[in-house]
């Protein structure tokens, strides 16, 4: 669709919130949704699939829409912003929200610990100990790797899901967490050097 006027647009907000004909404003601002919401993925740095990406959109629209369209009714032309920049505002904030226990998951470093048989690597008393424990690298280097082979290690050897379970979370299929599990892992002795 092509920017309208702010006039237009407050048309078709005041037709949605008094008269209950939301379908113009669906489809005027479904493609800046899709745009906002891929866009902050992108920023935050984030993988994301056309599923995350579709679920985040319909998140949005629930927020316009939820307790008698509040968040419309609360717009307001005084503050500088036209619609389409207040619906902006409002699909960023609802992505950002979403984020919060994915971000949690992947600052999360207690309890993480990479066995070092999974790095296929010899102790040679640098990390040699008297249980399996002591024979595990420390979460530091993780910190380093890309946020998708973070996620999956953090998934796998944190969480204890399976490839299948991080896949379906993560919209991919099991063959991909295995292929970006290994690259992690490979990664990760390029960065210890061992």
Same mark, same amino acid.
């Given at each position: 669709?092509t920017?309208?006027? &702010?006039?237009?647009?407050?048309?078709?907000?005041?037709?949605?919130?008094?008269?209950?004909?939301?379908?113009?404003?669906? !489809?005027?601002?479904? /493609?800046?949704?899709? /745009?906002?919401?891929?866009?902050?993925? #992108?920023?935050?740095?984030?993988?994301?699939?056309?599923?995350?990406?579709?679920?985040?959109?319909?998140?949005?629209?629930?927020?316009?829409?939820?307790? &008698?369209?509040?968040?419309? #009714?609360?717009?307001?032309?005084? /503050?500088?912003?036209?619609?389409?920049?207040?619906? #902006?505002?409002?699909?960023? /904030?609802?992505?950002?929200?979403s984020?919060?226990?994915?971000q949690?998951?992947?600052?999360? &470093?207690?309890?993480?610990?990479?066995?070092?048989?999974?790095?296929?690597?010899?102790?040679?008393?640098?990390?040699?100990?008297?249980?399996?424990?002591?024979?595990?690298?420390?979460?530091?280097?993780?910190?380093?790797?890309?946020?998708?082979?973070?996620?999956?290690?953090?998934?796998?050897?944190q969480?204890?899901?399976?490839?299948?379970?991080?896949?379906?979370?993560?919209?991919?299929?099991?063959?991909?967490?295995?292929?970006?599990? #290994?690259?992690?892992?490979? &990664?990760? !002795?390029?960065?210890?050097?061992?």
């Amino acid at each position: 669709m092509t920017a309208l006027q &702010n006039e237009e647009q407050m048309r078709i907000l005041q037709q949605c919130v008094n008269e209950n004909e939301c379908t113009a404003l669906v !489809k005027q601002y479904l /493609h800046l949704v899709r /745009h906002t919401v891929s866009k902050v993925y #992108r920023n935050k740095g984030i993988p994301f699939t056309s599923e995350d990406l579709e679920d985040r959109v319909q998140d949005v629209f629930e927020v316009l829409f939820k307790y &008698n369209k509040q968040k419309l #009714r609360q717009y307001d032309s005084k /503050h500088g912003l036209k619609v389409d920049g207040w619906i #902006r505002l409002i699909t960023v /904030h609802t992505v950002l929200d979403s984020f919060r226990g994915k971000q949690d998951v992947l600052k999360e &470093n207690n309890g993480l610990r990479i066995p070092l048989e999974d790095l296929e690597m010899k102790t040679e008393g640098r990390y040699a100990g008297t249980d399996a424990e002591s024979k595990c690298i420390a979460a530091d280097a993780v910190n380093k790797l890309a946020a998708d082979e973070k996620l999956v290690l953090k998934l796998e050897y944190q969480k204890g899901l399976a490839p299948k379970k991080i896949g379906q979370s993560m919209g991919k299929t099991a063959n991909n967490i295995y292929q970006i599990k #290994r690259r992690a892992l490979e &990664n990760l !002795k390029k960065i210890l050097s061992l």
